[in-house]
């Protein structure tokens, strides 16, 4: 018997554990908060910016001197009959023991070192426009996944609307059917139509499980999250868009796209990766000091030397000449990408007024005449005035025309946060 209640108890306890697992949080956010924890706790970020780090540390690494070298040898274990006595080291030790020792350190000329220095340098401020580049790649993506999500949950309240409405005039018609005063056709017409909507729902599920799952991944929250966006910035404030100066961004977007600052900055680091190769041209010096005991005509000798490459045969000259023709390519590719980007910008510009244009050709209380048009197709049919075809014909067209103001909506947020993208600044 206590085995039989022990086993209940596990199982029961299972199935709690279970049920836990899968109960969602629901965190209710606008677009600024998501925002503000997407670039707080994104782990993508937080990993991408040690790569700053990472060319400040090369910048470390290229002011440091080369470390010195020390060399000891021709150290004998042993003597032999021809051995000559020196000196001993202490007592009676190292009367017949030879030692050699040599320092030598490495002296660049021609400035290379400060050369190299300003060449990490440069690769620090391009290692920030790549973060750049990186976060405006990711913040796009964030967003879009923002406005689907809002979008999503826009068109699902609108179906289960549907579903809710279409589930009362079941009840209604059921008892219709059941005493016989309604054909049991036109109720199942009905319900092909519940099913329809509830195909919608299931489908638009399915894509907001998709997006929560790229939303949660993106602002590092807890798995069993469920992201809820309220209403605030689907819609954009017209102000942002009609202040817009398209000579201006374009302008800014030359001057300011991440990806366009490392261009420049790649011209940067092309003219000190010259200098630095026409300083190859002098040798470096080798400056040393040696301590010779027991092997010279002196017992214990000192002597100084220097060593360097006689530049008989190389000069740097094709490095040289490499260098030189990619400061002549990054002029190219500068002017090609200087084109580029302002065609990228005008596109983005003239998409977005577009889809503004679509946007303000519905008039503002189309929307709240449409819900109100549809509650009274529905009320009449109910009341037997309209037939079911022209009822169902009503709500089909209603939600084609709901969904064409809300992709309207969409459309506008995403073709203005892709102008925002293309010029590489935020539209305030």
Do not use: C
Request: proline share 2%; net charge neutral; no cysteine.
């Amino acid at each position: 018997m206590k085995r039989i209640l022990l086993t209940l108890l596990v199982i029961v306890s299972h199935k709690s554990v279970a049920q836990n697992a899968t109960i969602n949080d629901t965190i209710v956010l606008s677009r600024t908060q998501a925002e503000a924890l997407f670039l707080d706790k994104n782990l993508s970020i937080i990993s991408e910016k040690l790569n700053i780090d990472i060319a400040d540390a090369q910048v470390i690494q290229a002011k440091l001197w080369p470390n010195p070298t020390l060399t000891i040898g021709e150290i004998n274990l042993w003597h032999n009959a021809t051995a000559g006595e020196v000196p001993a080291l202490w007592g009676n030790f190292g009367k017949t023991t030879q030692v050699t020792a040599e320092l030598e350190q490495l002296v660049q000329t021609a400035g290379k070192r400060k050369k190299m220095i300003a060449m990490e340098k440069v690769g620090v401020d391009i290692a920030k426009e790549y973060f750049k580049t990186f976060l405006r790649n990711l913040k796009i993506e964030f967003r879009g996944n923002l406005t689907e999500l809002q979008y999503n949950q826009a068109q699902g309240a609108i179906y289960k609307k549907q579903v809710s409405s279409m589930q009362t005039m079941l009840k209604g018609y059921s008892n219709q059917v059941s005493q016989g005063n309604i054909g049991r056709g036109e109720y199942i017409r009905l319900k092909a139509s519940e099913l329809n909507f509830l195909k919608e729902i299931s489908d638009l599920q399915k894509e907001n499980n998709a997006l929560q799952k790229e939303l949660k991944v993106l602002m590092n929250l807890p798995a069993t999250s469920f992201i809820k966006l309220t209403d605030e910035g689907f819609v954009p404030d017209q102000k942002n868009i009609d202040n817009i100066n398209l000579g201006n961004l374009m302008a800014s977007a030359v001057e300011n796209r991440p990806d366009m600052k490392v261009i420049k900055l790649g011209n940067d680091y092309n003219d000190n990766k010259y200098k630095y190769e026409k300083a190859m041209r002098t040798p470096d010096v080798t400056l040393g000091i040696s301590y010779d005991r027991g092997a010279s005509t002196m017992n214990d000798f000192v002597g100084l030397g220097f060593a360097l490459d006689l530049p008989f045969f190389s000069r740097n000259q094709g490095n040289i000449k490499a260098a030189k023709i990619a400061i002549d390519q990054g002029k190219l590719l500068t002017e090609e990408k200087t084109i580029s980007v302002q065609a990228e910008v005008l596109q983005a510009y003239e998409d977005l007024i577009v889809t503004k244009k679509l946007y303000e050709s519905v008039d503002a209380n189309y929307e709240t005449d449409l819900d109100k048009l549809l509650e009274s197709y529905r009320k009449n049919f109910m009341q037997r005035n309209t037939s079911m075809l022209e009822y169902l014909d009503f709500v089909e067209a209603y939600l084609e025309n709901k969904s064409i103001l809300i992709n309207s909506k969409k459309d506008l947020n995403k073709n203005l946060e892709e102008l925002r993208y293309i010029a590489g600044e935020e539209i305030n």
